[in-house]
């Protein structure tokens, strides 16, 4: 049996029994990502009470501490989304508590919250990732926005991918497959942040692949194919149901699938992420595979990518996070 087939087995067991453990979800929180994080937060906890765990479901809010050290849970799930809950600030909190958490530490979280960074690592390390610049909102006031997004359009072409450097839910990321349309879509990019990471687009097919962490190491669930009715997966695609079609396992070759899975884990190792990721790449026409990014806090709702993936794998949500939630105890 080949190693990706034993971490593929171990990731198959079944827990042993019903936990005693306390958990605490965290989501909510002040982002623009609330909303999602709540239902992220919901489903979760639900899902971690069908395999016998005791959960209580937190907003994130002025009571945190208070709660953290007065009712003090076995561990903590971070189902928050955007802000604090992926660039390492809660994971900050939680580190100087020495609360026991899921999820990936706060220096990692810190390089994988800044979609510029996580690409320029994985790019030196090997990984294809589309041609980007980043841009402020400053160089634009400063240097003249027609100036500057002309030299844009000169050095990656069109189409190109506008999104905010940092943040999820594709909020404020949009296609410009016209120059004419570039200085609206960059005013609704800076609303939701101070600079912008425009990127060569690639034509293909998107996909998401989640990264679980066993005991073996890490795990690629099968990836999950999008095909958004609209042609771009933004905001509205992600949560609103019947606006996307998903594809789990994805339509690809097995050369391909294996080869996606093997970029995910990748990305999620060099990064130093942990317990759980979900990478997002694109499969261009001649089959290379493309980072995107990746999130250290995978949506939860139904509209999800990581429960498909789980379910694909045949696995239940509440199980896989039980485990990561023993290691999580496991290492203090």
């Known amino acids: 049996?080949?190693?990706?087939?034993?971490?593929?087995?171990?990731?198959?067991?079944?827990?042993?029994?019903?936990?005693?453990?306390?958990?605490?979800?965290?989501s909510g929180g002040l982002t623009h990502e609330r909303d999602v994080s709540l239902r992220s937060g919901r489903r979760l906890s639900n899902a971690l009470r069908t395999v016998g765990l005791t959960v209580?479901?937190?907003?994130?809010?002025?009571?945190?501490?208070?709660?953290?050290?007065t009712q003090k849970p076995d561990a903590v799930v971070i189902a928050l989304h955007g802000g604090e809950g992926e660039n390492g600030s809660i994971q900050t909190v939680?580190?100087?508590l020495?609360?026991?958490?899921?999820?990936?530490?706060s220096h990692a979280c810190r390089r994988a919250w800044d979609k510029p960074t996580a690409k320029a690592e994985l790019s030196r390390s090997g990984l294809l990732t589309p041609d980007w610049v980043v841009l402020s909102h400053s160089t634009f006031r400063e240097l003249?926005?027609?100036?500057?997004?002309?030299?844009?359009?000169?050095?990656?072409?069109?189409?190109?991918?506008?999104?905010?450097?940092?943040?999820?839910s594709a909020l404020g990321a949009q296609v410009v497959r016209d120059a004419s349309e570039l200085p609206a879509?960059?005013?609704?990019?800076?609303?939701?942040?101070?600079?912008v990471l425009a990127e060569e687009y690639i034509t293909g097919i998107e996909v998401a692949v989640t990264v679980i962490d066993t005991p073996?190491?890490?795990?690629?669930?099968?990836?999950?194919?999008?095909?958004?009715?609209?042609?771009?997966?933004?905001y509205t695609a992600r949560y609103t149901a019947g606006l996307t079609n998903f594809f789990t396992p994805a339509r690809v070759s097995p050369d391909v699938a294996s080869r996606v899975a093997d970029m995910a884990v990748s990305a999620h190792t060099l990064l130093g992420l942990r317990d759980v990721s979900r990478t997002d790449a694109v499969i261009a026409e001649d089959e290379s595979i493309y980072f995107l990014e990746v999130n250290v806090s995978p949506g939860l709702?139904?509209?999800?990518?990581?429960?498909?993936?789980?379910?694909?794998?045949g696995r239940s949500l509440g199980q896989i996070y039980a485990e990561l939630i023993d290691r999580a105890i496991d290492r203090g």
């Open 94 to 96: 939680l580190e100087m």
């Open 185 to 195: 879509a960059m005013v609704n990019c800076l609303a939701y942040g101070e600079t």
């Open 144 to 168: 003249g926005a027609q100036a500057v997004l002309d030299a844009m359009v000169a050095r990656l072409g069109l189409p190109l991918m506008l999104k905010p450097d940092q943040g999820g």
């Open 1 to 26: 049996m080949s190693p990706p087939e034993r971490r593929l087995r171990a990731l198959t067991r079944h827990n042993p029994g019903v936990s005693d453990r306390t958990v605490a979800v965290l």
């Open 98 to 105: 020495g609360q026991p958490f899921v999820g990936t530490d």
């Open 216 to 234: 073996d190491g890490p795990v690629a669930l099968p990836a999950v194919e999008i095909e958004p009715e609209n042609g771009v997966y933004d």
């Open 301 to 313: 709702t139904e509209t999800s990518l990581l429960p498909m993936a789980t379910e694909a794998a």
């Open 56 to 69: 209580d479901e937190w907003d994130t809010d002025g009571a945190l501490l208070t709660r953290l050290s």
